[in-house]
């Protein structure tokens, strides 16, 4: 009957795709229609038109930051063509539109297995099964209206095969799951469930069953306020709900009818629903890829404007919001004790101990296995570090597994193709040292401090400070100045004033500065003609 009833929610579209199909197959017919899983009247008018993605995911701060409507997106959005536009109710639908069943859908009373495995690849050598499982029911309670009903931690050798456990394992969990009342959902800790497994395990339990990229992309979509994270997390669906597609499938053709044809347009069920899966997935695609070059547009504005750009990174949940709140005195940053808190990418002006102005960019958080399309989905997001003059790596210290959080950082950036350069230079903050008693850390080149309560920011203002002067290859210069001329007024505007030593009676003044090299040129252009 689940079956059945969710064939009827696709009947509007498996009649519009029948009706594609006949207009494709008509020789008379003048245009063509492309299929969406959007049904809006702007689409319907934009014809096969892709759409542009408006939006600011930049947020800027303005503390201690001067005009800072300079930052503003500076396009002229209005020349963009009609049909090259998506609105906010045509994302809102997108995001909402074919959501995954199941996971979203009121309360859940969830139980937690996690396969404990004892070799081979899939063994996990820098963590254990318990902190594992630790981190799971974090995941489960970070979820309204979810909570964690019991938990079992299984040995397995075969976490390759359908069912996962051996066939005692597997016995004695469908007992255990079967004589704990009030189950929903159970959570198998696992990167990704197969299609078949996913199948084969909801079968024998009778209940939903889902995977941490399932679960992670429902908390994801829970957090999700912006057009940029709702369209990167509805692409990252796009594999999920086509491994539902599959089982649902399966389900319906053993009643006979999956592998019908519908109304005589020549494709069978699962054809129609694949075809509208990737032709959604592509205009997702799109829409993205204007976003990437958009942002390309305001990374090249900051980088005229010559302020250094410092991305904040780290496991989720390490602190990173609460750090640039301490370091900029933003108060518009809301800090959450919460993963995956942060989705969007957001710049925060603060300065350094020079008054040199700089931007904290605030990242989305990582977490240990999470299959690659999750992050691909997201690149367009996690693409701005690459483009950092520094990264700072923020480690929850006071985590039993803060190793093992920093090695998945670090396998993420690599996998990220971050340059070389950025990785050599990373400054590794120790952060919540204030959740720790007689701390004594023994890895060099590390800045231990609290964002909480503010300790270790000094040094750690002047750590970046001196390694944003070497990466930008800004000098510290004393220069020579007439009073009566606006060469101080200039250094104040382009460059980073750190003192000014006045002569009264010559009315001169010698000042120290920081600066780029492009404004030394532009400085010594204008004011000593060469």
Known sequence: M??????????????RACTQSCQRAAPTSSTTSSSSLLHTPQ??????????????????????LKNTDDF?????????????????????????????TGIGEGQHRVFIVHPDVKWGSRKQHLTTAELMMAEAVGLVNTLDNWRVVDKIILSTKTPEKKRIFGKGNFQALTEKIRQTAGITAVFVNVERLSPLSERELEEAW??????????????????????????QISLAEIPLLRSRLKNEIANFD??????????????????????????????????????????????????????????????????KTTLIKALTGDSGLEPRNQLFATLDVTVHAGQLPSHM??????????????????????????EDIKYSDLLVHVRDISHPETVNQKVNVLNVLKNLQIPDRLLSSMIEVYNKIDLIDNCQFTEPHTLPISALEGRGL????????????????????????????????????????????????????????????????????????R
Request: hydrophobic share 35%; proline share 2%.
């Open 43 to 64: 689409r319907a008018a934009a014809g096969t038109g892709l759409s542009f993605l408006q939006v600011r995911t930049l947020s800027l701060s303005a503390a201690r």
């Open 357 to 382: 102005t700089v931007l904290y960019v605030d990242t989305i958080g990582f977490l240990s296995q999470l299959p690659h399309q999750l992050i691909d989905s997201f690149s367009a997001t996690l």
């Open 72 to 100: 503003s997106t500076g396009f002229n959005e209005e020349e963009e063509e009609e049909e090259d536009f998506i609105d906010d109710k045509e994302v809102e639908e997108l995001f909402q539109q074919q959501a995954p």
């Open 254 to 319: 053993q009643q006979g009818g999956g592998s019908r044809y519908i109304g005589g347009s020549g494709e069978t069920l699962l054809e129609v629903q694949q075809r509208l899966l990737k032709e959604r997935e592509l205009k997702i695609r799109s829409a993205l890829e204007k976003l990437r070059r958009k942002r390309h547009l305001l990374r090249s504005q900051r980088k005229h404007k010559e302020f250094p750009i410092v991305s904040v990174l780290g496991y989720t949940n390490c602190g």
């Open 2 to 15: 689940t079956t059945l009833r969710r064939i009827r929610s696709w009947l509007p579209l498996l009649q």
């Open 458 to 529: 000094d040094d750690l203002k002047k750590a970046v400070e001196e390694k944003i002067v070497n990466s930008t290859g800004k000098h510290i210069l004393d220069l020579q100045v007439d009073l009566s001329t606006p060469q101080l007024s200039w250094l104040y505007k382009e460059a980073t004033v750190q003192d000014v030593q006045v002569n009264a009676d010559e009315g001169s003044a010698v000042v120290k500065v920081i600066i780029s090299i492009a404004a030394y040129g532009r400085y010594k252009k204008l004011f000593t003609g």
């Open 206 to 231: 009778g209940l939903k069953v889902f995977d941490r990229y399932s679960v992670v992309l429902h908390i994801f979509r829970c957090n999700a306020r912006t057009k940029e994270a709702k369209l």
